[in-house]
């Protein structure tokens, strides 16, 4: 009989299938087996009847401004509150930290400063103006996808992508078969608005809006390439209020 390295007791365990009591198996910091019979194990813990064993959750939008600006997030404490949420893996963002995660150099010092983690971390690269011709390098790196802006992303060394920037990067980015997300603001509407109610951003309070939303031209990407090793397929936008 396999003897696993750790072996969970718990009355309610989270399964696609619904809540469940049982053992959970533990084999090289993996989940081995789901039994309703007990597992042998090196360790065992038993949850209490009000504790749920949940999978580990992932985080795939953390800004651990580390390094540069750890005291507003460092590696030790994000890891450390993440682990205690049951999340056990986080993808941090490429902005705030000084250097920003645009270069394969600067994803180096990224990991680097990721020393004492408590749990997994990956990284989102920045699709920035002096950097498309380098989003190649960088996917082929290991990071998990690129993020862009379309106005001032709050910190001058991230810039942010003209239209024209955008399509590039877009074109460029199918090609990888990869992910790449945007803030998509547009700076006119935001810089006209007034005040943080919605109606304040729109017709007729602001007439800029109303405009912001036709584009001068469309952009066609051909289809995503698949690949047997392809990680990602797909682009998303991700429009918030610029505050």
Known sequence: MTTYDLAFQA???????????????????????ISATPLPATAQITLSDNE?????????HVHVNDPGRAEWEGFATATRAAAAGGVTTLI????????????TAA?????????????????????VPENLADLAELHH???FGFKAFTLHSGVDEFGHLTHHQLADAMHRV?????????????SGAITN???????NYVPPNNAVYGSAWKPARTISLSPPKKSPTARHSSNAAHPSAKR
Do not use: C
Request: charged share 20%; glycine share 12%; net charge positive.
């Open 52 to 60: 749920i064993l949940l999978p580990g959750l992932v985080d795939t």
């Open 92 to 103: 941090d963002m490429p902005l705030n930290s000084i250097p920003p995660t645009t270069s």
């Open 193 to 199: 608005a007034t005040g943080r109610r919605y109606q």
């Open 11 to 33: 009355r309610r365990i989270s399964t696609p299938a619904g809540e469940r009591a049982g053992f959970v198996g533990i084999r090289a910091g993996r989940i081995a087996e």
């Open 174 to 186: 199918a090609d990888l078969d990869a992910l790449f997300i945007v803030h998509a603001e547009n």
């Open 141 to 143: 790196a290991g990071v």
């Open 107 to 127: 994803l180096a010092t990224k990991r680097s400063a990721a020393n004492g983690i408590h749990v997994d971390v990956g990284f989102w690269a920045g699709a």
